[in-house]
């Protein structure tokens, strides 16, 4: 009995010791010789200590409503956010409407104003799952303070108790949880956050905007291209207009591609912004590795070189005019295409940008989360990348924005489409062999880029080469090539580009015989050389755009196509499909941003399981 008597104190030390704003309180209670400076802050939480003792319930829901335990910190936890309404509850009464019982409970204030507020806390613990691919993720520490406690006071309090000794056989020693301040915050809107230039900048966009809907929708002004694109009732109507020169197929292809990405991005920004779990590291493992997901912009690069290479060919007195006219001529003639490419792309990417800014301005006041990506610096940094579209060109981890990088492979794509398609109008037999040289030579630079880099087998280490194997154009456009030869076959009646390389049933055979060879070679992953690899990666891009780009062929002659390409095509070309991609662009553009606001507007972490994604 006296042994348990003895050991019980530092049982109970070791357990409450878990509590930041119990070591808060009993900080302040323990200020007996003055090495606190007596102030509100520090008088207040001397009360709060003194309540808990004595089991008042505003105290003890103070308590409850801060994060506390650490539990489940080995595998990625980091986040002990306690309860807002919970803290709330300190302030003012609730549901009144609701119910009349529970009276301390719902009603009984505490003798001063509450405030909820968030530490960030580096664990410094060996036992703490990290990764490469971000730093090493903060520990979030919801706290229920005196309102008097601003986040200055806050942080060097805090500073004070974290510096404290832990008791000998507790959990933060067992686990060697050097806990270091990082900062603290109280997550709420600041008097001048409208004042901000982005903020004006989207409210000032959004105005103008509204005042060009209204003009236009009101017919006060004469009819003109550029007002008819605010003309709310005529862009629905054309919404659900079919219309007669666009290719059926391709919407369908761009609309499956562009929802398989934001299944991509749900995950894949999730483990990024939130939830960093070990849980949620295996599900996007698989994703990654077990799925065709990261290879789906390979269809838009297809799309995009196919619609490139048949509407020039099949223009033939551009080519001619072009073939006739004058260096200067034809210089002014590419930059006029080349600035009509542009101006599709980059109205839309701003806006964009403006609104991710807007949004992380926001969430870097508002929300509990700390951000491992400040993307609102980053675009504050390097807008003018994106404005010329090479961010593609630049370290990933210096991109604003970075789902973007794909539109600058794709301008760049298209200026040297349209350099060699030019061309062509001249030496059309030189073009040919030079895309033949293009495509060889970019297979053997892909599988020696994997080779010199030595590729490895984790998603962790390949993410730090994705500057290299991932964002760079060199490797990407194969995809481009595939459909610009779909699109050269197309214009002049060829036959199919696949069906010409592989003829016969016995060369069909042999590519399945050879690609289940490769796949069978990475079901070892970690076997896997990067040769192999390599391989792998610039198979499953070429099948991908390949089959993209064929069925697109096929649309054309849907007749002399097998069952099963006719079936896929007509499925393609259904009619919900075609409405959806009139929007399709904007939606891989802002579904990122949508994706993050989200995540950081919630005050809890979301179960990382696949069920999101439905949801």
Known sequence: MWLLLLVLPVVVGALESSSLLLELAQLAARNETGALESTQCVEQLRQLHSAWQANQSWALKALDASGSGFSNFMLGSSQWLGNRLTCRALNEPLLRDFTRNHQRLLRQPAPFEHAYSVAYLRANSSWQLTTRMKPRQLLHVGLCVPHSCDPQQLQQLLGQSLATERPAGSWEQRMGLQLELVYAKRPELSAGFFARPAVRSLLLLLAGSLLLACLASSGCLPAS???????????????????????????GLRVCSAFALIGLHTVWYQFFAVNHSADLADKLVKMSSQTPLPLMMEVFFAISGFLTVSNFLGNVPLQRSIASDTLPGVVRRFVRQVAQRYFRLAPLQCIVILLTVVSFKYNREASVFHFVEPVDELCEQHWWRNLLLVQNLYPVSEMCCNWTWSLGCDMQFYIGAMLLLYTHTRHPQLIRRLVRVLFSGNIVYTVLLFVCLNVPNTLEDGYSIGDWVYTNPLVRVSSYLI????????????EAPFETVFPTKAAKCALAGFTLWLFGKLRNLELASPAVVGSIVIVMRSLLSTAAAHLIFCSFRIEGSYRVTRWVVRFLESSWFHRLSRITYAIYLLNPTIILHVYYSFSEAIPSDFSILVS
């Open 225 to 251: 291209r550029i007002l008819g694109c605010f003309d709310v009732l005529a862009n629905w109507r054309r919404l659900w207009q079919l219309g007669r020169q666009e290719i059926a197929v391709i919407s």
């Open 483 to 494: 459909g610009g030869i779909y699109g050269y076959a197309h214009a002049y009646s060829l």
